[in-house]
């Protein structure tokens, strides 16, 4: 398997081990044993180990330690506004490009997001979500955008399960419902509004942490 997939699909196991609390905040790694458990040799997981430090996940002292950083309330609030951006951003220039296929995938994931949240499956319901906005993301066709959430959506996701975890409840699915209504009416200004609040209800997680 070439260099480059190696280091991705450890960049993503360790990614999604993080963010699912299977590492837990403090927990410290050792690219040995994670090599191991990946089945990988440890170059492909300390590539992963850099990366994840420049995005927040990991923080690292040279000679000392790797370890999985905290939720911090700060970094989840910037990370929602960074990503919140990028969302009204891509909102706008897909609703005007939107199919009827679109619309339906959009409402298909949002049912599947409020089945999982009634069922307290925080998996299902964060892909759900993911697979809802992602519509947005694909048609926008803006790289740029869709990378810098990707980036930065792990920090938020953190919070998001320890919210599920305790019991918290959600009213995205309603949002969901308005923003698919202001997409199916080709209402712009509407659905980056909609946009704009369900973001804004994310950073607001951070603000009761």
Not at 112 to 128: P, S
Not at 164 to 188: K, P, Q, T, W, Y
Request: with cysteine.
């Amino acid at each position: 398997m070439p260099r480059t997939l190696l280091r991705d699909r450890a960049y993503a196991a360790i990614r999604d081990a993080i963010v699912a609390g299977e590492l837990e905040p403090g927990a410290v790694v050792r690219d040995a044993e994670l090599a191991e458990r990946l089945g990988l040799s440890r170059a492909p997981v300390r590539e992963a180990f850099s990366r994840l430090v420049d995005e927040g996940l990991l923080e690292s002292k040279p000679q000392s330690y790797t370890r999985v950083t905290p939720v911090v309330a700060a970094d989840v609030r910037d990370a929602a506004a960074v990503v919140g951006a990028m969302h009204e951003l891509v909102t706008r220039i897909a609703v005007p490009r939107l199919f009827a296929a679109d619309i339906e995938a959009m409402r298909t994931a949002n049912e599947r997001f409020a089945a999982a949240v009634r069922a307290g499956d925080v998996d299902g319901a964060l892909q759900a979500d993911d697979d809802l906005h992602d519509v947005l993301v694909r048609v926008s066709g803006n790289r740029a955008a869709a990378a810098t959430a990707a980036r930065y959506t792990p920090l938020i996701r953190r919070l998001e399960r320890r919210r599920f975890g305790e019991g918290g409840n959600c009213r995205s699915a309603g949002l969901h419902e308005r923003l698919i209504e202001a997409c199916a009416a080709g209402d712009v200004d509407a659905a980056v509004r909609v946009t704009a609040e369900i973001w804004r209800g994310l950073a607001e997680l951070a603000d009761t942490d």
